[in-house]
């Protein structure tokens, strides 16, 4: 714990110094790029407004990340269980990653209203195909002498998804989460962006760019950024005991 805080404190500490430096050696006008300490004073003197669009993101991420995992979980073992499945449906899931999914935003906002939900939509949609890709591959790629244990034992298939197959495919699973957490943030700071209700930090940063408040814009950045690892190093920890436990 104390080692991987002292490794993150490094890192911040070699990016503020390059942040500076680039200020420095540039000359970058605050209104181009604001040096740290200014986005410091913005995060304190706007903390009220940025905590109040900063819950709603939170809120818009999770959901999305709790849907969308257990929707893309459910179909891995759907595609698993199912030859037909296997046949009709994954060609489909496949073939709807073709479309951006930054192009549906419009469309969700039309379906959804102009509030949480075309948020909560957007970062399901984001996460839901790495979840679904990355549990399949592992629930397709059981060991060998697993499943020859369980065929000697005369397992149904049933039993041998779900006591064997399931669990031995649970780091595939963890590793479409960890990428999930990474990505669910970019679907709600879209759907902000494109046009929804006038909150959360994709709206706080697009507010603060029209009226030129470059550090405040920096500022609604740095706490999604800083939230974004927070949910990353959750779900990572959720893995950690999830692997702990079921294999």
């Not at 102009?114 to 996460?127: D, E, H, N, S, V």
């Not at 059981?142 to 041998?160: E, K, S």
């Amino acid at each position: 714990m104390i080692r991987s805080l002292g490794i993150g404190l490094g890192a911040l500490t070699i990016a503020l110094v390059f942040w500076q430096g680039l200020i420095w050696i540039f000359g970058f006008q605050k209104f181009i790029l604001p040096q740290p300490h200014e986005v410091v004073v913005s995060l304190w003197e706007f903390r009220a407004l940025i905590a109040e669009n900063a819950l709603v993101t939170v809120q818009a991420v999770v959901l999305g990340l709790i849907l969308g995992a257990g929707l893309g979980a459910a179909t891995a073992i759907s595609l698993a269980a199912s030859p037909f499945a296997r046949t009709y449906l994954r060609p489909i899931l496949v073939f709807t990653q073709a479309i951006p999914v930054f192009a549906l935003a419009p469309i969700l906002m039309i379906w959804f209203g102009f509030g949480t939900a075309p948020k909560i939509a957007m970062a399901l949609l984001i996460i839901y195909f790495p979840v679904t890709s990355a549990f399949f591959d592992g629930l397709t790629n059981t060991p060998r002498g697993y499943l020859d244990l369980a065929q000697t034992m005369q397992a149904r298939p049933f039993q041998t998804l779900w006591r064997v197959r399931v669990p031995a495919a649970i780091p595939s699973l963890c590793s479409g989460l960890r990428l999930a957490a990474v990505y669910a943030p970019i679907g709600a700071v879209i759907a902000d962006w494109v046009g929804g209700r006038a909150e959360g930090l994709g709206y706080l940063m697009i507010y603060a760019n029209s009226r030129t408040k470059i550090d405040l814009m920096f500022a609604a950045l740095v706490v999604l950024a800083v939230l974004t690892v927070l949910l990353h190093a959750g779900v990572d920890r959720f893995c950690r005991w999830l692997t702990a436990r079921y294999t």
